[in-house]
């Protein structure tokens, strides 16, 4: 079994000082979680190119980019080419998930797939062996601090069953509502990367927060 990725998301950072809340996090954090949306995929507006561009020169934590954006075909392969290590896009908003999971390779980064609350996986799973990492949200995709839906666990309990099958080496990471009092059962559930916005940036100290999450997420 693999040592879990801590991945905190700057969702829930001061956005006035987000290199020294990146800096903050050095050291701790395996990577840096940054949710990209577009006010079309979902109904709320973030950050894009140019705050990911800025923010790559002020760390060394590796970028995990979550583009919660329609036509990510267009866009996702331009967050490669900035210096993300792993760019995931909506399964919802792709048409060809495997030409783009290809394309961002082929940019440079690794290749995400992520499946919204309201979408199965099964139809997924055949994917699997095109891609890095496949995110399953445990809310629904739009804003940070919703409650964890552990009804949504189940897959991945199911990407965890054809992973290990195939002996594939794809991470499996869930994104929501994750801190100390849900985190293990989706280590136990089979997820191996943990992104968590509200139970980082809102603890008193963020460095602390993500050890207590490992240690929970390792068992
Ligand atoms: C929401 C984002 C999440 C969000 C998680 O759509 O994808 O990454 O930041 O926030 P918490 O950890 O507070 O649920
Ligand atoms: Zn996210």
């Not at 992520?114 to 995110?135: F, G, H, K, Q, S």
């Not at 964890?148 to 990471?173: H, S, T, W, Y």
């Amino acid at each position: 079994e693999r040592s879990p990725i801590i991945a905190p998301s700057i969702l829930a950072a001061d956005f006035s000082r987000l290199g020294e809340e990146v800096r903050a996090i050095e050291g701790a954090a395996d990577w840096v979680h940054v949710d990209v949306m577009d006010n079309h995929f979902v109904p709320n507006l973030t950050i894009g190119l140019p705050v990911v561009t800025s923010l790559r020169k002020a760390t060394t934590i590796p970028f995990d980019v979550h583009l919660m954006i329609n036509d990510p075909q267009r866009w996702a392969p331009a967050y490669a080419e900035a210096g993300a290590y792993n760019v995931t896009f909506h399964a919802e908003a792709c048409e060809d998930p495997v030409a783009l999971a290809k394309a961002l390779r082929a940019a440079g980064s690794k290749a995400g797939l992520a499946i919204d609350r309201d979408t199965p996986v099964e139809p997924y799973l055949e994917l699997l062996p095109y891609l890095d990492t496949i995110l399953i949200m445990t809310i629904k995709a739009g804003f940070g601090g919703q409650s964890f839906m552990p009804e949504l666990l189940g897959k991945v309990r199911d990407v965890r069953r054809r992973a290990d099958v195939n002996d594939l080496q794809i991470r499996i990471e869930v994104d929501g509502g994750i801190a100390a009092d849900t985190i293990e059962q989706a280590a136990e559930a089979g997820a191996d990367a943990f992104v968590a916005g509200t139970a980082v940036y809102g603890a008193a100290d963020p460095a602390e927060a993500i050890r207590k999450l490992r240690a929970l997420a390792a068992g």
